[in-house]
């Protein structure tokens, strides 16, 4: 596709529950980065990919937060026993080298309940 | 800790006048800077970039000026339209780190 993707766009879990976000991003693109957005805020960082290796994942929450980019191409941030405060929506985005832009999915809206 | 803060959480312009954004950063490893512009249950999107070799960009109704002292960066939007109301945020890179780190964001509301 033409444009970084995310999947699903909204979930809800039940406080307990593991859920996987997925991200495709742009074909050939090197970085890939995943952000929390908490209602009002700006983004924050969680994780960076340069092609499959975790360069940087010093945002991440809590050891329930889980990133992997095996093949350097799709990435899933993985959330174990979520947790009401995870309630958030999580933007992936992607560049194709440092220095210039990155380009955003629409984000996955999620909501613990 | 706030590398990156912008400190006005919202603006109002009318129609047709200058919207400027200002934003403030306290990493002097900071080197290229960009501005996004976010709608509501959307990505953000790419409006504008400045490196620190450069004091000012311009492309179209857009401008970013850095002031690398004051480590301070702005972006004028001139003339301001009702379609530029959205939530803009800056957002600052290292070199050595390759990490997007972004600030909490402006309203802008453009009314006519």
């Known amino acids: 596709g033409a444009g970084v993707s995310q999947s699903p766009r909204y979930k809800v879990a039940k406080r307990g529950q593991d859920v996987a976000l997925r991200c495709d991003p742009i074909?050939?693109?090197?970085?890939l980065f995943w952000y929390q957005q908490a209602l009002g805020q700006g983004p924050e960082f969680l994780t960076y990919?340069?092609?499959?290796?975790?360069?940087?994942k010093s945002g991440l929450p809590s050891d329930r937060f889980f990133a992997e980019r095996p093949e350097g191409s799709v990435s899933t941030l993985k959330i174990q026993r979520t947790q009401q405060e995870d309630s958030a929506v999580y933007l992936c985005?992607?560049?194709?080298?440092?220095?210039?832009?990155?380009?955003f999915g629409q984000g996955t809206r999620l909501t613990v309940v | 800790d706030q590398q990156v803060k912008q400190n006005s959480p919202s603006l109002s312009v009318q129609e047709g006048r200058i919207s400027i954004l200002n934003c403030d950063y306290t990493n002097s490893m900071f080197d290229y800077f960009l501005w996004y512009k976010k709608y509501p249950a959307e990505g953000p999107t790419f409006l504008i970039s400045?490196?620190?070799?450069?004091d000012k960009n311009e492309d179209g109704r857009f401008t970013v000026f850095l002031n690398k002292s004051a480590k301070h960066l702005s972006l004028h939007i001139v003339p301001s339209q009702p379609g530029d109301s959205a939530v803009y945020f800056c957002?600052?890179?290292?070199?050595?780190?390759?990490?997007?780190?972004f600030g909490t964001g402006t309203r802008l509301q453009v009314f006519p």
């Open positions: 957002a600052a890179d290292a070199r050595n780190t390759d990490k997007l780190i």
């Open positions: 985005a992607s560049r194709r080298a440092p220095m210039t832009e990155a380009f």
């Open positions: 074909s050939g693109h090197v970085s």
């Open positions: 400045i490196s620190s070799i450069k």
């Open positions: 990919f340069q092609n499959e290796a975790q360069l940087d």
